[in-house]
């Protein structure tokens, strides 16, 4: 079958660089690509939301399935698109209707969705600009540290925790008068701050059956030891040890059934992957978000610890089945480490040079790319996070060094990334 992936992020690479190996892919296109994904099908340079251009390519390149990669489209209505264009409705789109996808575009309707189905997550209250006195009232009844969020996508940067009642008022007076996240700002959830280690879980589901995928736990602070701003990601691994059986049996109970049975009852229509962010507070699961795909980088540890089919996978998806398929995942800890452009996650340039991408890579290491372009016969950087290196180890200290290793075999002007990923996992140094 001929398949069309969107989106240009470590993600899509990962998901092109697992599509390209099913001997179901006939031809892989990516919507648009970087060029690391152009070594696994064709890119075509076609903007993630533009739905008209994207119909266009789906009918001259007779494309039977669309994974959509990104947020975005997902929240804009890509499924309904399709759903609802004479001639693009045997398209199969992999990914939940703009209706479903607003457990990701709002904050206030994902908490509505949880309390409504009695999964566990924070106490909230939402608050719009005619509500402000009232938002300021509760802020201060609320205990430290406080949590507010954006209801709307503010790309990674909406959600802030505030130290005391004083900068959580300020904050909200930011975000709610004077517009410091645009339009996603226009309702703000004031959150309960839950303790614990947080995590990401992530399942497939066909809107009936769901299957579990490998869990992961995501580093966003931009310095070592978790330390700075945050980012859209400096690395991840996967397995976690404290996600044991027990734990996973909860999580299961507790969130997963309960939120596939709310799409039956609430009739959202969902195929496709549910990225579930998680706090274990000792032992204790409660939902932090949801985002309505695979995570970027959790994608490049999740999708090589797979040993599926991923377009087997994506068809039972479409056709209800997955109560047909096991999930096969390989036991070997995976890490991923990113490397960004200086001055990430604020200003920085592109259109830096990468050397080194033609070392050999070593064994049970992949060179996953983000941030990057073909530039005449360079690959040059193109975003903030430029590279993602995932390596598989014995253990996530060993995946980690060896990711690590392939790092400094690669240079771009201003690289950085971080040498501490995993590091509370981090194994004893031999004697």
Known sequence: MNILLIGSGGREHTLAWKLKQSPLCNHLFIAPGNAGTALCGTNLPIAISDFDSLATACVANDIDMILVGPEEPLVKGIYDFFQNRKGLENIKVIGPSKEASQLEGSKAYAKA???????????????????????????????????????????????????????????????????????????????EFLKGIELSIFVLTDGENYVLLPEAKDYKRIGEADAGLNTGGMGAVSPLPFVTAAFLQKVKERIIDPTIAGFKKDKLDYKGFVFVGLMND???????????????????????????????LLVATTTQKLNEITIETDERAVATVVAVSGGYPGDYEKGKAILGLDTPALENTIVFHSGTKKEDDDIVTNGGRVLAVTSFGENITEAVEQSNYMLEQLHFEGMYYRTDIGYEFKEPAAL
């Open 113 to 191: 969705f949880m309390k409504r189905h009695d999964i566990p997550t924070a106490a909230y209250g939402e608050f719009t600009a005619d509500k402000y006195l009232e938002g300021v009232e509760y802020i201060k009844l609320q205990s430290l540290p406080i949590v507010l969020k954006a209801d709307g996508l503010a790309a990674g940067k909406g959600v802030l925790i505030c130290q005391s009642h004083l900068e959580a008022i300020a904050e909200f007076e930011l975000m709610l008068l004077r517009s410091k996240f645009g339009e996603a700002g226009k309702k703000v959830v004031i959150e």
């Open 282 to 312: 000792n032992g204790e699961p409660k939902v932090i978000e949801y985002n309505c795909r695979m995570g970027d980088p959790e994608t490049e540890v999740v999708i090589p610890r797979i040993k599926n089919d991923l377009v087997e």
